[in-house]
Structure formats: C-alpha cells, structure tokens
C-alpha cells in the first residue's frame, strides 16, 4: 500500500522530476565546459599518467581474475595492490600544473568531485517543496518559483548533506573493502558475492539514517536548516526499522538492473545510458518514499493522488475544456 502510494505521487509529480533533470544536465554541461576550459590540459595529463603508469591495465587485470575465479589473493595483496598505489603516486607526481606540486593535482580532483555532488543535489529542496505541497494541499507552485526561492536554504542543506554523506559513504567503502580482502584471505575470492550483498545493505543503511533528513528541511521553514536537518536525523534514528527495509528494497531494485544492463548488454555506453536512467527514476521514487514515510510517522494526512476540488485553477481548466469540447 505505501509502495503504490508512492508510485501515485511521483506520477503526479513527473514534472517536477523532469526539470530537475533539466537543471542538473544543464548546471553540469556548464560546469563541466568551464572545467575543461581552465583544467582540460591538466584533465588530459591525468588520463595520460594513469594509462603510461599501468593503472587501467591493473584494475582491469583484477577485475578480469575475479570473474574467472583465478583471483590470487595473497599476491593482490604482495604486488598487486603494492603496484598500484605506487603507479597512481606516480602518476599524479606525472602530472605537470603551475606549482609543479602533487598537492594541487589532488586538490584539483576533490573541487572536481565536490561541485559535481553539489550540482547533482542543488535541486533536491525545490522538488521536496513541490512533492511537499501536492501531498500537503493537492497543489502546485511552479519548480523555478522554489529554485529561486529558497536557493540559499538548498546550499545550506546540500553542504550539510555532503559533509555526512561523504563522511558515511567513506565508512561504507573503507568497511565493504576490508571485509572483501579479509573475507577473500579466509573463505577465497567466491566470498566476493556475499561481501557485494554486504555493501548494499551498508549503503541502504546509510540512505536510512538521512531519509528524513530532506523532508524535515522541507517543513520545518520556521528553524533553521542546521536544526530541521538534526530534527530529521533523529527522526530517522528513531524509525530506522521502518525506513531501513523498504530503503533496502528501492537500493537492491537498483543495484539488479545496474547489474542486468551492464551483463546483458556489450556496448557499455548503451549500458550507462540505461544505468543513468533507472538511477535517476529509483532515485526519485526513494525521494518520494521517505516523504510518504514522514507523513505516516508523524501521522500527518496527505494526498496520494491528484483530486479536482471545484473552484480551484485546475478544476476551472478541466471545466473549460469540457465546455469547449461539448459545443
């Protein structure tokens, strides 16, 4: 019954979705033209060191050995992963920039990464307060109209967002890895399944432990950002059962297809493609999730499916098409 509630609303709210979309490719072709502009020499010169210094042909060595279950874990561990920190400290040292400094390459990479997740969640706020006020009222303001509008709440949130979620998804990684490796040196590379399983499970966890996070930002306009984002945290804490399973149903949909479109399909940019759209779709669906689940735990009514109430614009336009149509 909460699924197909949640279905109902994102339908409801596709619009909404799209120009979020919209926003994003737009803010990302920019930055990403801009970038090219001032770091496209350095962004070659990286690929160029990775590539001389052996890097890909590692990483694809290893993945190779795992799938055909010839993986030797004590020689990763002896050489392999020996060589390959020491090939990618030699190739970011490759890299030539105005300081002739490694630091500056690095740093570079981080800005890199830091704008892209910004740019990715900047809208977040704005389709909040749109799903928000279709589930709260059975009403819509226009998507430009919040960008705008609570632009300087949206940096906020997304600067508190990425401080935890970097932080959780770097325990997540750091965790996944070295239950790979320690699991592989007493069970064999086999154990590399279970240990995938593992991670998904982490990394649905710690979607849990935020989901509140966006709609109490979203309602709570009187507090400041800082306060309603705790609010939802604890929120969350407090329900994390309930968020937890049906978080780790949406995660693991998505991690099935990701997995589907990649093995069952060759041409890898065709794979992207179908992996970028399922992410962004799943991904929406979860946002609408965690709202309905909001609403249910503070036991707040909400509308699931758009309704025509007379005397509203919508319904004045529905009435005049009909009266056209009937003449």
């Not at 001032?38 to 990483?59: E, M």
């Not at 935020?210 to 950002?225: E, G, I, R």
Request: charged residues 15%.
């Amino acid at each position: 019954m909460l699924f197909s509630k949640t279905i109902r609303i994102a339908l409801a709210n596709w619009k909404a979705f799209l120009k979020s979309l919209l926003f994003q490719f737009l803010s990302l072709g920019l930055f990403l033209a801009l970038a090219m502009f001032a770091f496209g020499p350095i962004a070659q010169d990286v690929l160029n060191a990775f590539q001389s210094n052996g890097v890909n042909d590692t990483i694809a060595h290893t993945l190779q050995a795992l799938a055909e279950g010839t993986f030797d874990v004590e020689h990763f561990l002896n050489e392999d992963l020996k060589g390959l920190t020491l090939s990618i400290k030699q190739a970011f040292e490759s890299v030539p920039n105005m300081w002739n400094r490694v630091e500056v390459s690095v740093v570079i990479c981080i800005l890199v990464y830091l704008l892209y997740r910004f740019f990715v969640s900047f809208t977040d706020v704005a389709v909040g307060h749109q799903i928000d006020e279709f589930m709260s009222s059975n009403t819509e303001r226009p998507f430009s109209w919040f960008l705008i509008k609570k632009a300087f709440r949206s940096t906020k949130f997304v600067g508190l967002q990425m401080m935890l979620a970097i932080v959780a998804d770097t325990l997540v990684i750091a965790a996944s890895v070295a239950m790979a490796i320690l699991c592989m040196l007493i069970f064999g590379w086999w154990v590399i399944i279970p240990v995938i399983i593992i991670g998904i499970v982490l990394y649905s966890a710690r979607y849990a432990f935020m989901a509140f996070c966006l709609p109490s930002v979203v309602q709570n306009d009187t507090v400041s950002t800082k306060v309603a984002f705790r609010q939802g945290l604890a929120l969350a804490v407090q329900n994390f059962n309930k968020i937890f399973l049906r978080t780790l149903l949406v995660i693991g949909v998505l991690a099935v297809t990701t997995c589907i479109a990649y093995l069952f399909n060759e041409n890898r940019w065709i794979a992207l493609a179908i992996d970028a759209v399922i992410n962004f779709v799943l991904f929406f669906i979860l946002k609408c999730l965690n709202f309905v689940m909001y609403y249910e735990v503070n036991n707040q009514p909400y509308f699931f499916k758009p309704i025509l109430l007379e005397g509203t614009e919508q319904y004045n336009q529905k009435a005049n098409r009909k009266n056209k149509k009937s003449k």
